[in-house]
């Protein structure tokens, strides 16, 4: 079966956030059909990183996106998320 990885940019509300923790309250409050593929770190601005999270989930799962988002918007820690690729993988 066909899978989706999303690649998503999140912004930490400050230059204080502990991206280990964020990185657990992400893992935690995922779908259950949702997994980690991998994270990393990329420098914004003056101190500034933003958090770039791969998750990977089946393509059949209708809807998973969209909830998906909604729980990493509701992350108190987290400032704004954005997109940045969506592609099939086997």
């Known amino acids: ?36 593929y991998g994270y990393s770190i990329e420098p914004i601005a003056f ?15 209708s809807g998973i996106l969209e909830d998906l988002e909604e729980k990493l918007k509701a992350i108190p820690e987290v400032s704004q998320i954005q997109t940045i690729m969506v592609r099939r993988t086997h």
């Open 47 to 61: 101190g500034l990183n933003a958090l770039i999270a791969h998750i990977i989930f089946p393509e059949d799962q």
């Open 1 to 36: 079966m066909a899978k989706i990885v999303v690649s998503y940019k999140i912004f930490p509300t400050d230059i204080n956030v502990d991206f280990e923790k964020l990185k657990q309250i992400i893992e935690k409050n995922l779908p259950s059909q949702a997994e980690v």
